[in-house]
């Protein structure tokens, strides 16, 4: 059995250092990591072409111009050799270490998907999250909750079914409520959400960038409950 783990990365150069340390130390002739640079504009290029050197089982992927976050983890995706394989983020406020935790899910099946569950969150992420999660579960009614929850994880099988996944941050909207409809059972394990150890996010910038994440999660979650309907 091989592993697959996707991050990636959009100018988050000052994290990469410490996050291929850490993925270092998970890394082995089974488990695989496939960072993407994901059109950054800062020197986190060259930083992987130095540091990524001494371990074939770390991976890099260059993507020119960056259209979206999907578009950065199916990139990533497309280079995976794993039979389970996954994503997580690249802003060292998850683990890399909570995708080999995530594996002992798949010791005796394959025919789930696993999320992580964050803990230790600001109250009002939480409630955005409690929003967000009741609003999915009463359009698409299936029950979701912290759908943007990392490590994400499943079997190959599961992706090679997919079709027109978004090329934005829709992408684990997508993916949890595919392995819904698809009938995979939903594992979840609690998760430490640490603070950004440099910079910002790159997309959580106030409430306007909350107002741009709400419509575009409309817009596509009532495109995904057509999708279920045909």
Known sequence: MKYS??????????????????????????????????????????????????????????????IGYGDGILAGLKETSGDI??????????????????????ENEKNIFVKGKRKGRPFFDIFFTICMSLFE????????????????????NFYNSWKNPPHDFSI????YNEAK??????????VFFKKRSHGSSHWNLGFRSKVKFIR?????????KRRDRN
């Open 172 to 175: 684990d909207l997508f993916a």
């Open 5 to 66: 783990l996707v991050i990636p990365c959009f100018n988050e150069s000052k994290s990469i250092p410490e996050l291929v340390s850490q993925c270092k130390k998970i890394c082995n002739k089974d488990t695989e990591i496939v960072f993407v640079n994901n059109g950054s504009t800062d020197n986190s290029k060259e930083l992987f072409e130095i540091l990524l050197t001494d371990n074939k089982n770390l991976k890099f992927v260059n993507v020119q111009n960056n």
């Open 85 to 106: 394989i996954g994503w997580t983020h690249a802003d060292l406020q998850t683990d890399p270490d909570d995708f080999i935790k995530a594996l002992t899910f798949f």
């Open 137 to 156: 579960s009463i359009l698409l009614r299936k029950l979701f909750w912290d759908i943007n929850a990392q490590p994400t994880v499943f079997d190959r």
């Open 216 to 224: 575009r999660t409309i817009s596509y979650s009532i495109e995904l």
């Open 181 to 190: 409809r698809k009938g995979l059972q939903i594992k979840r394990f609690s």
